[in-house]
């Protein structure tokens, strides 16, 4: 089955830590983004890519940093640099262009900073 | 820039009444318009989409959503709920159809009672 899957689904880190999330999707989407989800606040885009080895920053981007080496994957890591990393991360990935453009998502990583 | 605002963070409806969940955007061009469904501890779902073609949206599970240009509204509706539609739902809004210049609204947390 086509779809989007992040890993892990619960990732517990220590302050200081950096620490990276996986997406891979099977979908043969150009591009794929990463949000963040906080309580109250909706979805907040952290960054995206439209083609490989090639990405941008998105509206909260400090603290973070991406990859694109390859159409299927996406990795993120959180650094420690960022402060307020506690979160709910979601990767998504859609067409680049043409009528069906929509975003579909992952399942989701729960990151705990302890 | 495009917003979106959800009117009622939270809202409780019996089984088998009316749901109906309130978006207005805002965007200087017309937009694109989804609606996802969240469950706990899960990604995002596409319920359904607008772009610019027929103003009543039909998706799944029931829902339907119209685009009113005249209002800036894009309400999602379903005439009867049932348990399982107890969710979050989130309106969004693209200007350009690309998930990297969606925006979330802070979404609905949909309650249904017996």
């Known amino acids: 089955d086509g779809g989007i899957t992040q890993s892990p689904k619960y990732l517990f880190r220590k302050e200081g830590q950096n620490v990276t999330l996986s997406c891979e999707q099977n979908l043969n989407h150009d591009a794929m983004y990463w949000y963040r989800q906080d309580p109250g606040q909706g979805l907040r885009l952290i960054y995206y890519s439209q083609i490989v080895n090639d990405f941008q920053k998105g509206d909260i981007a400090e603290g973070y940093s991406v990859s694109r080496e390859k159409k299927e994957s996406f990795p993120l890591t959180v650094t420690s640099a960022q402060k307020n990393p506690t979160a709910f991360y979601l990767c998504?990935?859609?067409?680049?262009?043409?009528?069906?453009?929509?975003?579909?998502f992952g399942q989701g990583t729960r990151l705990t900073v302890v | 820039a495009q917003s979106v605002t959800q009117l009622g963070s939270h809202v409780s409806v019996s089984e088998g009444a009316l749901v109906l969940l309130r978006c207005n955007y805002s965007?200087?061009?017309?937009?694109?318009l989804f609606w996802y469904v969240q469950y706990p501890n899960q990604g995002l779902q596409l319920l359904l989409k607008?772009?610019?073609?027929?103003?009543l949206v039909k998706g799944i599970n029931g829902f339907e959503a119209e685009f009113k240009k005249s209002e800036t509204s894009f309400h999602l509706t379903k005439p009867s709920a049932h348990m399982s539609d107890a969710a979050e739902y989130f309106c969004a809004v693209s200007l350009t159809g690309t998930a990297s210049k969606l925006t979330f609204g802070t979404g609905t947390r949909l309650q249904v009672t017996l």
């Open positions: 965007s200087s061009v017309p937009p694109y």
């Open positions: 607008y772009t610019s073609a027929a103003t």
């Open positions: 998504a990935s859609s067409f680049r262009q043409g009528p069906n453009t929509e975003a579909f």
